[in-house]
């Protein structure tokens, strides 16, 4: 009767053991950005910092700073696999080479959430972004709509090869195609850099003196940096419609200027805590229950489950009406 009560306490306390074991584990998760220069960038993570699992110490949080560099941020992934990371989020710099990566992460037991940039592999647990071919329908609509359907237009397209950046121009082309009176005379890419954007308006503005009418971004760094060539050129930027895409705080401001007529709102909150959300669903099961508020902003973007391969955050259209409540938070 001893015997079998030592034994039976023994198991008892293993159990307990283990349960305080389950409880008390710390998640090392790591988050790979493209550039955390880009101020979208800045605000997404500063958001997952917030996430009430980071700030409670439930995930101990590594974010990688990919400078804009696939090679980096693929040496990056080959850290957090030897260094045995439980799972990462990734902000491609190159959606398609993204690819590679995410399929030797998954093959080494790294799960990986993809957010903010589409990554073309079928081994991501889930992507947590918006729609990228909307975005560029929206851009490219105002800013036509507030050229009166005609004239001439320049687009500075985000890197070559980056999904998102090829979503954006698959929208803004459809707009074009119904609008035959718009020509694009210039467009390239400037990598998501306002630095980069500025320099290729300059040349443009020197090419085509007065023939540029309307400028669409497809992202607000972009599209700001334009803005910034037109005003060192002594140009009245009221008067040639800029759009751009992220909501970032001086887009917004620049809409509530008159300096850009519209600033197409990513969710960088919803996004970020999103992502770890979902990530952290796959690493405890589905007795996980999603920490951040984000789920209760849009009811459009269920949880459900926590296991949809994709959730699509919505756009919200940034004017110079709304600009001003969007400032004061």
Known sequence: MLKKL???????????????????????????????????????????????????????LTVFDGQYKHITQANQFDSMITQKFDGAIYIPIDSNAAAAVVDK???????????????????????VGSDDVLGGELAAEAVIKAMGGKGNIVVLEGPVGQTGAIQRSEGIDKVLARHPEIKVIERKTANWS??????????????????????????????????????????????????????????????????????????????????????????????YKPLSEVWAVYPEMPWGEGTATLYSVPWTLVTKENAAEFLKR
């Open 194 to 287: 306002r630095a980069e954007a500025m320099s290729l308006m300059q040349n443009w503005l020197t090419a085509h003196p007065n023939q540029i009418h309307g400028v669409i971004g497809e992202n607000d760094e972009m599209a700001l940096g334009a803005v910034a060539a037109m005003k060192q050129a002594g140009i009245d930027v009221t008067k040639i419609p800029v759009a751009g895409i992220d909501g970032v705080s001086d887009a917004i401001k620049a809409v509530s200027k008159g300096e850009m007529i519209l600033s197409i709102r990513q969710d960088a909150k919803t996004q970020a805590q999103g992502a770890l959300d979902v990530l952290l669903r796959k690493l405890i099961g589905q007795d």
């Open 6 to 60: 030592i034994v039976t306490t023994a198991l008892l306390l293993a159990v307990v053991a283990g349960t305080q074991a389950q409880e008390n584990k710390k998640y090392k998760i790591g988050a790979a950005v493209y550039g955390v220069k880009n101020e979208f960038v800045q605000l997404w993570v500063k958001a997952l910092k917030d996430h009430p699992a980071v700030k409670s110490g439930l995930v101990n």
């Open 105 to 127: 992460a998954v093959a080494a037991g790294l799960p990986v959430v993809g957010s903010n940039g589409p990554t073309n592999s079928d081994k991501l647990v889930s992507y």
